[in-house]
């Protein structure tokens, strides 16, 4: 089994609707977490960090399920914009990334 | 203010050729981070500087791979006799961490490699 691993997709969604994936991790002992966007052929960049009490920032949640051991992340009103791959980077003694979710919105 | 930097963006080269890779962190990030990217897959990490010092070097492919940091700024990655195997995007990343457990990471433009 792979340490962090993420439904690579892609996720066909019309503009407007709601979307969510996960990302399961396989180390009860990580302890920090993150969400990061990757647009085609550009680096990746921090979407948001993902906290024990879930945050949220405008139309995107992330939520951590401690016991089940996978951090989500919804996307709500999606946008043209939001069409990208994102990786969950999870960290216990080292960082490990998941290999991403690609999303496609469609208008 | 300026962010990661790498050099050069692009670079092809022959089979058996070495290649040198730049990364330009951000000022007063102590931490740099170096990963590849192979087409469509997700980042394999490489090698973490915590300032000049590699507590992390378990992700360097083989030994014909290197890496160095100088004054606690830029780093360079060194691949020797480059395969093709070896081609790929190369990301920098850098933090302001002070430990283990990072802040977030920014990222370099990457350079793409390609082994001819």
């Known amino acids: 089994r792979k340490e962090v691993e993420q439904d690579p997709g892609p996720f066909n969604v019309p503009e407007g609707a709601t979307v969510a994936f996960n990302c399961t991790y396989s180390?009860?002992?990580?302890?920090?977490f993150f969400w990061y966007r990757q647009d085609c052929r550009k680096e990746p960049k921090l979407l948001m960090s993902?906290?024990?009490?879930?945050n949220e920032d405008g139309r995107f949640t992330a939520q951590l399920n401690r016991a089940s051991q996978y951090i989500s992340l919804l996307i709500r009103d999606s946008k043209l914009s939001d069409s990208a791959t994102y990786l969950c980077?999870?960290?216990?003694?080292?960082?490990?990334w998941g290999a991403g979710t690609k999303l496609i919105i469609k208008p | 203010g300026a962010g990661v930097s790498q050099s050069p963006s692009n670079k092809v080269t022959e089979k058996g050729k070495d290649v040198e890779l730049r990364c330009d962190p951000i000022?007063?990030?102590?931490?740099l981070y170096w990963y590849r990217q192979s087409l469509g897959q997700g980042l394999e990490f490489l090698i973490y500087?915590?300032?000049?010092?590699?507590?992390?070097k378990s992700g360097l492919p083989s030994d014909r791979f290197s890496a160095e940091r100088t004054g606690g700024s830029v780093s360079t990655l060194t691949i020797q006799r480059t395969q093709q195997e070896d081609s790929a995007v190369y990301l920098c990343?850098?933090?302001?961490?002070?430990?283990?457990?990072?802040?977030?990471?920014?990222f370099g433009p990457g350079t793409r490699l390609t082994v001819t």
């Open positions: 990343a850098s933090s302001r961490t002070s430990g283990r457990t990072p802040y977030e990471q920014y």
């Open positions: 000022s007063g990030h102590t931490a």
């Open positions: 500087f915590q300032g000049n010092s590699a507590p992390d």
């Open positions: 180390n009860s002992a990580s302890q920090s």
């Open positions: 993902v906290y024990s009490s879930g």
């Open positions: 980077v999870v960290i216990d003694y080292q960082l490990i």
